[in-house]
């Protein structure tokens, strides 16, 4: 089993930039693919970006596509998004999830996913 604690939020202008973080519990977190999910008041929960267990495979929404990057440090057991350029919309509580098992190929599928975090705020002001 993983814990997932998601960190990083908060309040941020148009423009700006913020790098959420997400830290595993267990000693196999390299055995775990991760992404990144949100959901904006109102609205259904979205994929945002996935990164297999060895890196080596990455995968985004079209719509951070070149203003957001996900990374992973398996010796320290972390998850990072780097967000940049954020607009209004990116607004939303971001969670970050783990999936179990050494995939090729990331994906976005949310139901893949065993694991979830508890969720940190982003809001971004216009």
């Known amino acids: 089993q993983v814990q997932l604690v998601a960190s990083g939020g908060g309040l941020v202008q148009a423009g700006g930039s913020l790098r959420l973080s997400c830290a595993a519990s267990?000693?196999?977190?390299?055995?775990?693919?991760m992404g990144w999910f949100r959901q904006a008041p109102g609205k259904e929960r979205e994929f945002v970006a996935a990164i297999t267990w060895s890196g080596g495979s990455t995968d985004y929404a079209d719509s951070v596509k070149g203003r957001f990057a996900i990374s992973r440090d398996n010796a320290k057991n972390t998850v990072s998004l780097q967000m940049n350029s954020l607009k209004p919309e990116d607004t939303a509580v971001y969670y970050c999830a783990s999936r179990a098992g050494n995939w090729a190929i990331a994906t976005r599928v949310e139901n893949e996913y065993n694991y979830w975090g508890q969720g940190t705020q982003v809001t971004v002001s216009s």
């Open positions: 267990g000693r196999t977190f390299s055995r775990y693919d």
